[in-house]
């Protein structure tokens, strides 16, 4: 294959990296934003959402795409439930101190981890994708009657990928929609720019800050359901979604959501694109390294108004 | 209608105030009155309850709110105007007032009374609070406690760093909750300021109650703020 085609695949696969890692990275970032807490946890969050979607989807008998259609609801909903009841009784007792909330959601992270061990086991299961028609894609050549199309061998997509991004796109625009047209969101915000102003005027801080600890879990799961029909389901799967989301979350500048849209997208790119070239390894050293130069350079973030 | 009995607070393990009370009517203004660091401010977040009590109470209309958690006590109908604004100044001054609004589930009307109150906001509905200059974002602040109908009103320091002209315009308002029934409890460093608006003073020292004075015979006497404030 020649280089172009070869280029457009590797995009694609980018696309697909970016999408789930922008539904990631911003439940992260809103964790951060609205509760100033670090959860080192949310790569947990994500492999729970998966191994619910495989549980899910092979107690649901039937097409593949009811049990996909089912764990897709009911995933990010039982990881919510989860989140926002470990927020009531673990970091809401801790005053939602910063450091003390980190070694809490460390321990959280192995106590999901570990439990998911003991019950789900060590195998990596598949979940069967509910569409997955392969795509062949074109490509122009040069040809003695000008420029025509032509069928590489090999460049190809599929159904379900083109889906993945169709849905991430979606769930972005209604969490926007969410912050910026609903009244939930206001509150959220408001608790975001002054927490003790919020109480002042009567908003139940706490329960705002159990929703937005389940909405961002929720969001990971969700972002997991819609991967493992690609990735399979496994107890040790949240590693690099949470490493990633950290990179996306720092470049993108802390709390900030169309900052941490727009870095999951060029590092979600940029890491399918070195991945296929190069190693996946060489991606992730390159992400971690700007992470390096974007705090030495610009602490707040490439978006970020405030100070870190 | 306010009453703060015997409260003991502070931050840590720190304590600035100490068996402090304080009594505000309905229809009255009651000023604060003491130097940097007597307890002030202090006074006004352990009312809203933002710091815990240690010891002592606080009563709305009679009803202990000491224990309440603290996003419960503005709905018993006390609207606070901290010092510095503290505006949700990415929000704008249309989502503020919104704010306001709900905390008690006030009607339009309301929303209506405010803005006649400060016309300008209505000018500048759209735009961001961070936007607005400082007198705008006294009015704002303001209006989003008034957008409660507070029964109390609770206001530190309003007029820090104002023109004349927004000094004025905030005096008016105050004066106009107070003939409305309203309890105003006021935070003041500049003497003239507190003079002309209050019906009482209380002095604070340490953290402990001072004397409480009718305003008239302050003005008549003028030895006591110099003891107080030592200009």
Same mark, same amino acid.
């Given at each position: 294959?020649?280089?172009?085609?070869?280029?457009? #695949?590797?995009?694609?696969?980018?696309?697909?990296?970016?999408?789930?890692?922008?539904?990631?990275?911003?439940?992260?970032?809103?964790?951060?934003?609205?509760?100033? %807490? %670090?959860?080192? *946890? @949310?790569?947990?969050?994500?492999? #729970?959402?998966?191994?619910?979607?495989?549980?899910?989807?092979?107690?649901?008998?039937?097409?593949?795409?009811?049990?996909?259609?089912?764990?897709?609801?009911?995933?990010?909903?039982?990881?919510?439930?989860?989140?926002? *009841?470990?927020? /009531?009784?673990?970091?809401?007792?801790?005053?939602?101190?910063?450091?003390?909330?980190?070694?809490? =959601?460390?321990? +959280?992270?192995?106590?999901?981890?570990?439990?998911?061990?003991?019950?789900?086991?060590?195998?990596?299961?598949?979940?069967?994708?509910?569409?997955?028609?392969?795509?062949?894609?074109?490509?122009?050549?040069?040809?003695?009657?000008? #420029?025509?199309?032509?069928?590489?061998?090999?460049? $190809?997509?599929?159904?379900?990928?083109?889906?993945?991004?169709?849905?991430?796109?979606?769930?972005?625009?209604?969490?926007?929609?969410?912050?910026?047209?609903?009244?939930?969101?206001?509150?959220?915000?408001?608790?975001?720019?002054?927490?003790?102003?919020?109480? *002042?005027?009567?908003?139940?801080?706490?329960?705002?800050?159990?929703?937005?600890?389940?909405?961002?879990?929720?969001?990971?799961?969700?972002?997991?359901? +819609?991967?493992?029909?690609?990735?399979?389901? @496994?107890?040790? /799967?949240? @590693?690099?979604?949470?490493?990633? $989301?950290?990179?996306?979350?720092?470049?993108?500048?802390?709390?900030?959501?169309?900052?941490?849209?727009?870095?999951?997208?060029?590092?979600?790119?940029?890491?399918?694109?070195?991945?296929?070239?190069?190693?996946? =390894?060489?991606?992730?050293?390159?992400?971690?390294?700007?992470?390096?130069?974007? #705090?030495?350079?610009?602490?707040?973030?490439?978006?970020?108004?405030?100070?870190? | 209608?306010?009453?703060?009995?015997?409260?003991?607070?502070?931050?840590?393990?720190?304590?600035?105030?100490?068996?402090?009370?304080?009594? &505000?009517?309905?229809?009255?203004?009651?000023?604060?009155?003491?130097?940097?660091?007597?307890?002030?401010?202090?006074?006004?977040?352990?009312?809203?309850?933002?710091?815990?009590?240690?010891?002592?109470?606080?009563?709305?209309?009679?009803?202990?709110?000491?224990?309440?958690?603290?996003?419960?006590?503005?709905?018993?109908?006390?609207?606070?105007?901290?010092?510095?604004?503290?505006?949700?100044?990415?929000?704008?001054?249309?989502?503020?007032?919104?704010?306001?609004?709900?905390?008690?589930?006030?009607?339009?009307?309301?929303?209506?009374?405010?803005?006649?109150?400060?016309?300008?906001?209505?000018?500048?509905?759209?735009?961001?609070?961070?936007?607005?200059?400082?007198?705008?974002?006294?009015?704002?602040?303001?209006?989003?406690?008034?957008?409660?109908?507070?029964?109390?009103?609770?206001?530190? !320091?309003?007029?820090?760093?104002?023109?004349?002209?927004?000094? !004025?315009?905030?005096?008016?308002?105050?004066?106009?909750?107070?003939?409305?029934? &309203?309890?105003?409890?006021?935070?003041?460093?500049? &003497?003239?300021? &507190?003079?002309?608006?209050?019906?009482?003073?209380?002095?604070?020292?340490?953290?402990?109650?001072?004397?409480?004075?009718?305003? !008239?015979?302050?003005?008549?006497?003028?030895?006591?703020?110099?003891?107080?404030?030592?200009?």
């Amino acid at each position: 294959m020649e280089l172009g085609p070869y280029l457009l #695949l590797a995009t694609l696969e980018g696309a697909v990296t970016a999408a789930v890692l922008a539904l990631t990275a911003s439940g992260l970032a809103l964790v951060f934003g609205v509760m100033r %807490v %670090v959860n080192v *946890a @949310h790569g947990e969050f994500f492999m #729970l959402g998966a191994v619910i979607a495989w549980w899910v989807a092979s107690h649901i008998g039937g097409a593949p795409v009811w049990g996909f259609t089912a764990a897709l609801v009911l995933a990010p909903l039982i990881v919510g439930a989860i989140a926002a *009841a470990a927020d /009531m009784t673990v970091l809401k007792r801790l005053d939602y101190d910063p450091e003390r909330t980190i070694v809490a =959601t460390i321990g +959280l992270l192995y106590i999901l981890q570990q439990a998911t061990l003991m019950t789900y086991g060590p195998d990596a299961r598949p979940v069967e994708p509910p569409f997955n028609q392969r795509l062949a894609l074109p490509w122009i050549e040069w040809t003695e009657t000008g #420029l025509g199309l032509y069928w590489p061998w090999g460049l $190809s997509t599929t159904s379900y990928k083109l889906a993945v991004i169709g849905a991430a796109v979606v769930v972005l625009l209604g969490i926007w929609a969410l912050m910026t047209r609903t009244r939930i969101g206001l509150l959220m915000r408001a608790t975001q720019l002054d927490r003790d102003m919020a109480l *002042a005027f009567g908003i139940p801080v706490e329960r705002v800050y159990a929703l937005v600890f389940g909405l961002g879990a929720a969001l990971a799961a969700l972002a997991a359901v +819609l991967i493992v029909p690609i990735q399979q389901a @496994h107890y040790l /799967m949240g @590693h690099d979604p949470l490493l990633l $989301s950290f990179i996306v979350v720092i470049i993108g500048g802390l709390g900030s959501l169309p900052g941490t849209i727009l870095a999951a997208i060029f590092i979600g790119l940029t890491d399918g694109i070195i991945s296929v070239f190069f190693s996946p =390894t060489l991606a992730k050293i390159l992400a971690t390294l700007l992470v390096a130069l974007v #705090l030495v350079f610009r602490p707040q973030g490439l978006f970020g108004t405030r100070a870190a | 209608m306010l009453e703060l009995d015997a409260i003991g607070t502070g931050y840590g393990k720190a304590q600035v105030l100490r068996d402090f009370s304080l009594s &505000v009517n309905a229809g009255e203004i009651l000023c604060l009155f003491g130097r940097n660091g007597a307890g002030k401010t202090t006074a006004m977040k352990a009312i809203m309850g933002l710091l815990p009590l240690w010891s002592g109470d606080v009563r709305i209309d009679g009803e202990a709110v000491g224990a309440l958690p603290a996003h419960q006590v503005p709905l018993r109908g006390i609207g606070y105007i901290p010092q510095g604004r503290r505006l949700f100044t990415e929000l704008t001054v249309a989502q503020n007032l919104e704010i306001g609004l709900r905390a008690r589930n006030s009607g339009p009307e309301v929303l209506d009374e405010v803005l006649d109150l400060f016309p300008r906001l209505r000018e500048r509905y759209r735009q961001r609070a961070e936007t607005l200059s400082g007198g705008e974002q006294q009015m704002l602040a303001t209006a989003r406690a008034l957008c409660l109908r507070p029964k109390a009103l609770l206001l530190d !320091e309003p007029t820090e760093g104002l023109q004349p002209s927004m000094i !004025e315009a905030i005096r008016q308002v105050i004066l106009r909750m107070r003939d409305q029934g &309203v309890a105003v409890l006021l935070v003041e460093q500049r &003497v003239d300021a &507190v003079l002309s608006v209050a019906d009482r003073v209380a002095f604070i020292e340490n953290g402990r109650n001072g004397e409480i004075l009718s305003a !008239e015979a302050l003005r008549a006497d003028h030895t006591l703020v110099d003891r107080y404030v030592g200009i």
